[in-house]
């Protein structure tokens, strides 16, 4: 019978099945559900009316007068300063004999004690210095945000000599074990330094912040925080007008300390050796206590997000649901090759309506912050196109792209969209949550290990490793750096996708 | 390209401890409709999910054209398919579902109008599939099986749900199909669903093999060299008849079916004992009776291999059924 028969031969063009035929299917498929291009759109208005609602609730202002640093980061500059002028080039010596505390508290591991060349005895005025610390060792500093590591000697143990010196706008810190072998440590460029400038002994303590940690809601409140410095051989090189050491209390308040008329004034004292010994408080470093105005334009990302998981989930699981899945693997029998496809057009759909989502709100809640007080000095005009507001900004629209396609992924692996939704729900939003209310390293370790480390992206502020700061989940401190964060989120993504691909070949459609 | 055929060799598939298809093998030939037929959870949608490469075969393989279902390059163009008619997204156009088929392969967008003409479903098309009747679905789903012009053809219950109009409708366009020399399997639990359909039957009961035949030697095997007579004097008929050793059973208030006997000696038997009757003929068995008959003696085979674990496995039949054929594994 089979001889007689012609088998059939279709007329058709033959048709062909690359990933860009496969792309333009399952875009088509996105498209022609009705519901899915609104939950992306709903997704977008939702992130940005949040991020400007959640702008509108914050002011600033009637705070004390912040001090700016010579590239306008806000500051902290506040030190006992037993310095003398000095004109044109000469060097400042002396040897740091011991640091204790003065108050009982356990000292500061950035408590700081050394010499200093100094602009003059105005608060954030450029200078260089060369200190030693109880916990960090020997390091050289300059205008604020700049620190370059030295010996590593423990002050409290071994005396150190410490040297620094000027060559027109040139300084150079030198460190040494005994006065006589000198080692370089460094030489900056201030650029526009006076000829004559202030150069001395310093002495300075970051304030002790005691952290009281309870559900709903977290506090750091002063602790003290006073030093006394020894020193000896001190000497100044070079041409100065005053002939006498005088001492200041540059600043005089201490951050977060009390203010200055009520706390005790420093104080320096000259033995007849030529001992110098100074107690203050203080800090010469970045001021990291402010708010963060580029995190604060990003808070409606997450709710925003709930939309896009729903959406990656159910672009999957809605033809688990129904069978349709059985549809899409006859018509491409390669199932990664279509979870590949799935993924793309889910990943650059979200990432775009992210991206838009998170651009727009950023700018109408810059806006808005700024009209609540938040304006420059204090709070510098953030361009988007600037970063950290370009890595928030875009690193949000990853954010959001990355959960849809871990969505899609559990979806996938689990066939069932509450369960997908659930599952990314419980990864993301829930450590943020419980990060409020574990105790602090459980909570610091839940935002690190978890997807929701991704939210690091937002941050604006940067956080110095010359500041010694308690990193609080309430303040909106994550830590891990920002793209470190994101990558964390990027690996549970690759990780569901390889699982996903793996059910796919080993189970029955 | 080698012969558009489907092959099943040596098929075997288990879900759990349920043993859906068992050893089952068969072929489709170009050119004819094979009426793949057994109960439901016969193990029917198993068999057409491992031809399509969706279940993993446990033993044994399917082959369209000689190949394996993944092997094709462009499947829809070498095999349509029709598994489930309600596997639509209820929010998407009829027409939207077959743009993202023919999107995956390349189809110009006249392939899509061409088989909803084909179907009658232009104007049904344009409305979300979450409305269609199951009829509805049907023809979209064959219009979707149909998209790729392909040689082979697999549907799986397709008269399901259609009004009496439709079920002609598609008995005419499968034969028209089988005729330009597609090999077509068309799957049902209703033999009636394909008479006047299929020019081969593959039976199967439980997974196995029950019968892989013509419809015409199925039909005479079921008729046997029967006679039908209608009578009013059914009672004097029986015992004439017994007497001279046929062997007699009633089939209604008037009508006997009568074997032993040629047509000719009874019309003299009855003549010349005087007892009155209106018609004898040859008896024709329909499908139906053909296909209980087969699933009878089946059904007894099973109960003399594993008698131990008959009892059980009726009793079990209908959910390890709806296991097999609905739920996904």
């Keep these: 019978m089979t001889t007689t028969v012609t088998p059939y031969r279709s007329r058709l063009h033959p048709g062909r099945t690359g990933f860009a035929h496969l792309l333009r299917a399952e875009w088509t498929k996105f498209w022609t559900v009705r ?12 992130t940005v009316l949040i991020s400007q609602l959640g702008a509108s609730g914050s002011t600033a202002g009637g705070g004390p007068e912040v001090t700016l640093g010579p590239d306008g980061t806000v500051v902290t500059d506040a030190f006992r300063f037993t310095h003398r002028p000095l004109t044109g080039d000469g060097s400042v010596t002396v040897r740091v004999t011991g640091l204790r505390s003065a108050d009982g508290r356990s000292l500061e591991p950035w408590a700081k004690a050394g010499v200093i060349v100094k602009q003059n005895l105005d608060q954030g005025s450029p200078y260089a210095a ?11 500093q300059w205008n604020f945000t700049h620190d370059t590591a030295g ?44 000829r004559t ?50 001492s200041t209390d540059v600043g005089g308040a201490a951050p977060n300390g009390p203010a200055p008329e009520n706390g005790p004034p420093g104080s320096t004292q000259v033995s007849a050796a030529g001992a110098y010994t100074l107690t203050g408080r203080g800090d010469i470093a970045p001021d990291e206590n402010g708010p963060d105005t580029v995190q604060m334009s990003f808070q409606g990302v997450f709710v925003g997000l709930l939309f896009l998981v729903a959406l990656g989930a159910l672009f999957v699981t809605g033809e688990y649901k129904r069978g349709l899945i059985r549809t899409t693997f006859t018509a491409t029998p390669a199932r990664v090759k279509v979870l590949a496809a799935k993924t793309t057009v889910i990943a650059v759909l979200t990432f775009a309506a992210g991206l838009l989502a998170t651009a727009l709100g950023f700018t109408l809640a810059q806006s808005r912050l700024r009209d609540n007080g938040f304006r420059p000095p204090e709070f510098p005009d953030l361009s988007l196109l600037d970063s950290p507001a370009l890595r928030a900004v875009a690193g949000s629209a990853a954010l959001l792209s990355l959960v849809a396609v871990l969505a899609l992924a559990l979806g996938v692996v689990l066939r069932n969209s509450a369960g997908a939704i659930a599952t990314v729900v419980v990864l993301v939003v829930l450590p943020q949550i419980l990060s409020f209310a574990f105790p602090l390293p459980a909570a610091q370790w839940l935002l690190r290990v978890t997807p929701a480390a991704a939210f690091a992206i937002q941050q604006g ?40 691909a793996w059910r796919l070949r080993r189970r029955d459609a | 390209m080698s012969d558009a055929t489907i092959e099943v060799r040596n098929l075997r598939k288990r879900f759990g401890r349920t043993l859906a298809v068992d050893g089952l093998s068969f072929t489709v030939e170009p050119g004819t409709v094979t009426g793949f037929v057994g109960p439901n959870g016969a193990g029917k949608s198993t068999t057409l999910r491992t031809v399509l490469g969706l ?22 163009l070498e095999v349509g398919a029709l598994l489930d008619a309600a596997a639509l997204h209820p929010s998407r156009r009829g027409r939207d579902h077959l743009r993202w088929m023919a999107h995956s392969h390349g189809l110009p967008a006249h392939r899509v109008d061409a088989v909803l003409e084909q179907v009658g479903m232009e104007t049904a098309a344009r409305r979300r599939a979450g409305g269609y009747s199951l009829g509805m679905r049907q023809r979209l789903g064959i219009a979707a099986a149909l998209l790729g012009d392909p040689p082979v053809l697999l549907l799986d219950e397709p008269a399901n749900g259609l009004d009496p109009e439709g079920i002609q409708w598609i008995r005419g366009l499968l034969r028209h199909l089988a005729a330009e020399g597609r090999a077509i399997l068309v799957s049902s639990h209703l033999m009636s669903e394909l008479e006047d359909t299929a020019d081969h039957l593959v039976v199967i009961g439980r997974g196995r093999l029950i019968a892989d035949t013509t419809v015409a030697d199925l039909l005479a095997a079921a008729s046997g060299d029967r006679v039908r007579l209608r009578t009013d004097s059914r009672a004097q008929a029986m015992e004439l008849l017994a007497r001279e050793g046929a062997t007699v059973a009633v089939v209604d208030r008037d009508t006997l079916t009568v074997s032993g006997l040629p047509a000719q000696r009874i019309v003299e038997l009855l003549t010349s004992a005087g007892v009155p009757f209106a018609e004898v003929g040859a008896h024709r068995a329909g499908l139906e009776e053909a296909y209980m008959e087969l699933t009878r003696d089946a059904a007894e085979f099973t109960a003399t291999t594993d008698a131990d674990e008959f009892t059980t496995s009726t009793a079990a039949t209908s959910t390890a059924d709806a296991d097999a054929d609905e739920v996904t594994p």
């Design chain 1, 461 to 500: 502020k940067t956080y110095y490793p010359q500041v010694a700061h308690n990193c609080l989940p309430e303040s909106g401190c994550y830590p891990l750096a920002p793209w470190n964060g994101l990558a964390v989120l990027a690996g549970y993504a690759a990780a569901a996708l390889l699982l996903a």
């Design chain 1, 197 to 246: 400038v202030e150069a001395g002994l310093f002495l300075a303590t970051p304030a002790h912040l005691v952290v009281h940690r309870a559900f709903g809601g977290t506090s750091e409140r002063y602790g003290g925080g006073l030093v006394t410095g020894t020193y000896d051989h001190l000497g100044l090189k070079g041409t100065s007008a005053g002939a006498r050491w005088t």
């Design chain 1, 35 to 46: 519901a899915w291009p609104l939950v992306l759109a709903v997704a977008v208005v939702i």
């Design chain 1, 151 to 194: 010996g590593t000697g423990d002050l409290t143990t071994a005396p150190r000599w410490l040297r620094l010196t000027r060559t027109g706008d040139r300084l150079t810190g030198y460190e040494s074990a005994d006065g006589r072998g000198w080692s370089k440590i460094g030489t900056v460029g201030l650029a526009g330094l006076p």
């Design chain 2, 55 to 76: 279940d993993a075969a446990d033993e044994g393989e399917a082959l369209i054209g000689g190949r394996p279902y993944a092997a094709l390059r462009t499947p829809l």
């Design chain 1, 130 to 140: 060369v200190l030693a610390t109880p916990g960090h060792g020997v390091r050289m």
